[in-house]
Nanobody
């Protein structure tokens, strides 16, 4: 059973930064494509970013491109989401997810992910 645990959320002022971490309890972390999603109050969950198994390829939603960066340390079974220049509209619960799907380097759809963390709250004040 794969378990994902996010950490690093909190309250930050607009323009500030946060780094989220997601630790995975798996034997071979590099077998999994990792993704980040978020859900704001009253809205559907949306894609934020994704990273390939080896970490060489990433892809981001237009809304965070240039501000957010995802990376991974396969030796530590951990994926990160560095969030800079935060805006109030970034306020949401952030989830990491793991995919065992094959065929592509990364995925942007929720349906392509098989395991999910419990989420961590990020609140950006104006």
């Amino acid at each position: 059973q794969v378990q994902l645990v996010e950490s690093g959320g909190g309250l930050v002022e607009a323009g500030g930064s946060l780094r989220l971490s997601c630790a995975a309890s798996v034997r071979i972390f590099s077998n999994y494509i990792m993704g980040w999603f978020r859900q704001a109050p009253g809205k559907e969950r949306e894609f934020v970013g994704t990273i390939s198994r080896g970490g060489g390829r990433t892809f981001y939603a237009d809304s965070v491109k240039g501000r957010f960066t995802t990376s991974r340390d396969n030796a530590k079974n951990t994926v990160y989401l560095q969030m800079n220049s935060l805006k109030p509209e970034d306020t949401a619960v952030y989830y990491c997810a793991a995919s065992v799907a094959s065929g592509y380097s990364y995925y942007t759809r929720e349906d392509d992910y098989h395991y999910w963390g419990q989420g961590t709250q990020v609140t950006v004040s104006s």
